[in-house]
């Protein structure tokens, strides 16, 4: 019987350590998404990149 709640006991344990791994990751995950977002440059430049390669476009078929 003791070895079944020491079983028990230790499986509770890793299931915390698991969950707070999967937490952590997920805050770090979150904190990165959320600083790309405030300064804006990884979105914007793709977003700069798109309009100046449909102008080239453009221009190529003007000419």
Known sequence: MNFIVKC???TICLHHFLF???FSCAI???SMY???RSTGKA???FYLEKLRSR?????????
């Open 55 to 63: 102008q080239n476009e453009s221009k190529r078929r003007i000419q």
């Open 20 to 22: 707070f791994c999967l």
């Open 8 to 10: 028990f006991d230790f």
């Open 43 to 45: 979105g914007a430049n």
């Open 34 to 36: 959320t600083k790309s």
């Open 28 to 30: 770090l995950i979150a």
